[in-house]
């Protein structure tokens, strides 16, 4: 019979009828298998859809159709001329502009200057270094819109070959030790692990060079290598004088021993101490020179408070040597060892400035820096003439690195030219209270191997209570204090006012084959016994604690080599201690280390990572501290 109506199908198995085999196999014939097949022409309507999309040919011509979206992109376009003086809609775009560039005679063009210079086929406008411009012609008249470049470190790309480029950076002075940013009454040793102690400080991170070397203005206690992550690093080290950065050094931090070291102490690089400066930052630009901003080049408002220019006008990093300014046409003089010709100096018409130099000589300039007029005698403090902006000034040589040239009529205490943060040493600054760090474990935490890592990645003070050979299981209480640690010996160690504690052991209880037992046993000789003991007595000790467990590391007892995969007499592995651990965490409400299931140790690597069976080597170690740190990130 074939396909059969949906009507059909329903009434051979109404209630109490029983279908035949031909009934049965018409209905499966009726309907479409998952395994089958769906006909494009099976599909209704998929005709009509398909005809209304455009063909493949017409979408890839579309792409690459210069008047596609005409109105759009025409509206858009008039929009953005209409914002840049000098430009029309029917002028003739030029692309990207050189001073060499070669104009068609139509009547309105235009085009971007991807070059510093005079243009001098498009009117001979002029394109400073620090800008970009868009240039025009519109009726026979050349103008040029400049867009002034940031100087807070940028990059503009006019096209896919020419680029303009400019580059600031703000830096840290001579002085690299902030004396406002210490941690008070505490010590890091050469591995970032911190320790109380009076009269200690540490310092703040100190951002150094690689293979560079630092000298103190007096004995650091420890010095501590991070990398650029500010992960500790070896190459430390203790009662330092001076110190070289090792290649992977991106930070260091300093201890001192004394307080009253803070406010002389200066960390600078090279080999030899020179004059104290206070911390402060300096703004610096890619030859290393200090960047003396003009007034008009950045407004207050976009320092948002940040920065504060100095008063200090003179930059003897852009002056000639060996020279004085002509008071006659304010050019540069060379041939004179006693004189310094400054680099123009932007000044306010009609205001006074004065100056500490002995030499008189100096010009003034208008706008454009064209020289206006000079003066040889004339002595400070000066009124900047009407319609100069600039002045250039002598300086006698010996005055190089002290002369101030500033505005008002009184001369003030020297400061070094340039811009200063108003933050780095000025107002409070409150030191971090970090928490305190209790790990507690056989020799696998003894060994200290992963947790500096931890302490320093989470600014942690630690105490390692670890004690090879013991387990947590066994042992009678009020025995020796290196037994058990369920034990009231053990567990007296851990101060009162501990933050977080974190428990890691079960390899030597898989060692001498203690009984697991079940999750709610009492019995400490048996592994879940001493973890209930050991967890109700810790919360007794520290009720404020922040638990972590950490589960059994992965190891094989050599002495049960014969045994299948290394199972101890009870036929039990240290994975299935780690299993235990887990569950007591769970049944507490512990967070978990996962050191068994997240250090990626099996049989296969375990003789590269822990070579004696048992112990993690440095790269276990690392893997150890990482797993930590994430899962102890954020609950501390």
């Known amino acids: 019979m074939g396909l059969q109506s949906l009507n059909t199908i329903k009434n051979w198995f109404k209630t109490n009828f029983i279908p035949t085999q031909a009934q049965f196999w018409d209905m499966f014939d009726s309907f479409r298998h998952k395994s089958d097949k769906v006909a494009a022409t099976d599909v209704d309507g998929l005709d009509t859809l398909l005809a209304a999309k455009a063909s493949n040919a017409v979408f890839q011509a579309h792409t690459t159709a210069e008047n596609a979206h ?107 030790y902030n004396k406002n940013t210490v941690y008070l009454n505490h010590f890091m040793g050469e591995d970032g692990t911190i320790y109380a102690g009076d009269g200690f400080s540490i310092s703040d991170f100190i951002e150094v060079n690689p293979l560079t070397t630092y000298t103190p203005s007096g004995m650091l206690r420890f010095t501590t290598y991070f990398d650029i992550n500010k992960n500790v690093i070896v190459g430390g080290g203790s009662f330092v004088n001076s110190f070289t950065t090792s290649v992977d050094t991106k930070y260091v931090k300093v201890t001192l021993s004394l307080e009253a070291q803070i406010l002389t102490m200066q960390l600078e690089e090279g080999n030899a101490v020179t004059a104290y400066e206070n911390y402060k930052y300096i703004i610096k630009n890619e030859e290393n020179i200090p960047i003396v901003l003009e007034k008009e080049t950045v407004a207050p408002e976009q320092t948002k408070g940040i920065l504060i220019p100095s008063k200090n006008l003179f930059n003897p990093e852009t002056s000639t040597f060996n020279s004085f300014i002509s008071w006659l046409d304010g050019n540069i003089q060379g041939g004179y060892p006693d004189g310094v010709a400054s680099d123009f100096i932007s000044v306010i018409p009609g205001n006074i400035y004065s100056c500490n130099s002995n030499q008189t000589f100096k010009a003034f300039y208008a706008a454009n820096k064209v020289f206006v007029s000079g003066s040889q005698f004339g002595t400070f403090p000066v009124t900047i003439p009407a319609g100069c902006y600039y002045i250039k000034i002598t300086v006698g040589s010996g005055q190089l690195n002290t002369c101030q040239f500033e505005e008002g ?87 009162v006012d501990t933050d977080v504690i974190i428990l890691n052991g079960g390899i030597n209880d898989y060692a001498r ?86 250090c990626m140790v099996n049989k296969w690597n375990r003789p590269a990572m822990a070579p004696d069976n048992l112990h993690p080597n440095a790269d276990y170690a690392d893997r150890m501290a990482n797993v930590a740190i994430k899962a102890m990130t954020n609950l501390i």
Request: proline share 5%; aromatic share 10%.
């Open 70 to 176: 005409a109105g759009l992109f025409g509206a858009l376009r008039t929009w953005v001329e209409s914002q840049i003086e000098g430009v029309v809609v029917d002028s003739e775009n030029l692309g990207a502009l050189t001073p060499l560039s070669t104009i068609p005679d139509t009547i309105n063009v235009h085009g971007f200057a991807v070059e510093e210079g005079t243009y001098a086929n498009c009117g001979g406008v002029v394109v400073p270094a620090t800008s970009y411009a868009f240039i025009s012609r519109v009726a026979g008249v050349w103008k040029i819109t400049v867009t002034e470049l940031d100087l807070g470190g940028y990059e503009k790309t006019i096209d896919t070959n020419k680029k303009l480029s400019r580059k600031a950076s703000t830096i840290v002075g001579k002085n690299k």
């Open 513 to 598: 084959s203690y009984v697991i037992g079940s999750i709610d046993s009492t019995n400490t000789d048996e592994f879940y016994g001493a973890l209930n003991k050991w967890v109700e007595r810790a919360m007794e000790r520290a009720p404020s604690a922040k638990i972590f467990i950490a589960t059994t590391t992965y190891g094989e007892y050599g002495a049960f080599s014969s045994n299948p995969n290394y199972q101890d007499n009870n036929g039990k592995t240290s994975k299935d201690f780690a299993d235990a651990m887990r569950n007591i965490a769970n049944k507490y409400g512990f967070p978990v280390i996962d050191f068994s299931r997240e």
């Open 409 to 495: 009529s009184t001369q003030t205490e020297y400061h070094v030219p340039g811009w200063t943060s108003k933050y780095p040493y000025y107002g409070t600054y409150t030191p971090p209270v970090l928490k305190k760090l209790v790990t507690i474990g056989d020799s696998i935490t003894e060994m200290n191997a992963w947790q500096p890592k931890v302490a320093t990645k989470l600014e942690l003070i630690h105490t390692n209570l670890g004690m090879s050979g013991t387990s947590l299981s066994g042992f009678a209480d009020g025995g020796a204090p290196g037994q058990g640690m369920w034990t009231t010996q053990r567990i007296a160690q851990i101060p």
